[in-house]
């Protein structure tokens, strides 16, 4: 999946690709990846993955729904099987107004492996 295209339900099915399907989801379909970055983690007790992602969210609609998920994603129940959503946090948020409202998101989430 490119960073700069939603994902869509023929992408392969891997964890990576339904939790960016499920932020996809939050954001209300309105937001594009920019940057995903993942790396494996573990702990003594747990194992699984860090994901680091910018999101961006252009013109008025779009920065409504991406405030939205900014209010919503910590809290939020993601269903992805196999896997359990430990940590989501945002990280930082940019908005522009001139030309149009613009709004990129950072986010990081630790993702642990249930098997």
Known sequence: MRADQPPTRLSRRTPANRLLAALHDLGDGSGIVLRHEERRWASITFA???HALTLRFAGGDAVAAGERLIAALPEHEFAIPGRLIADATIVAV???LLPEPNMEI?????MLDED
């Open 94 to 96: 940019r908005h522009v």
């Open 106 to 110: 950072d986010c990081e989430v630790l």
């Open 48 to 50: 699984g993955s860090r």
